[in-house]
Nanobody, 112 residues
Framework: QVQLVESGGGLVQAGGSLRLSCAAS?????MGWYRQAPGNQRELVAT???????NYGDSVKGRFTISRDNAKNTVYLQMNSLKPEDTAVYYC?????????WGQGTQVTVSS
């Protein structure tokens, strides 16, 4: 069974930066981040395959960067130029067919 351990969330002022980390306990094919703000549906932030192909949500393009260390089965999300609208619970996601896994979520709060 694959478990996901997230870290790096917290409180930051607008314009600041945070880096989220998510470590998987076993081998996976792809990893990513999704977020859910109060009153909103869960939305895509970014994903990355084992081959390094990335995909970003429109609202974070140019500000967030996803990367991974395959040797450590760890994915990172570098978040720059943060806005109050980025405030949400961020969830780590990983997949290895036919399975999909989710972390418990980490809170990111951006103050104005």
């Amino acid at each position: 069974q694959v478990q996901l351990v997230e870290s790096g969330g917290g409180l930051v002022q607008a314009g600041g930066s945070l880096r989220l980390s998510c470590a998987a306990s076993g081998s996976i094919n792809g990893m990513g981040w999704y977020r859910q703000a109060p009153g909103n549906q869960r939305e895509l932030v970014a994903t990355i395959t084992s081959g390094g192909r990335t995909n970003y949500g429109d609202s974070v393009k140019g500000r967030f960067t996803i990367s991974r260390d395959n040797a450590k089965n760890t994915v990172y999300l570098q978040m720059n130029s943060l806005k109050p609208e980025d405030t949400a619970v961020y969830y780590c996601n990983a997949w290895r067919m036919p399975y999909e896994y989710w972390g418990q979520g980490t809170q990111v709060t951006v103050s104005s």
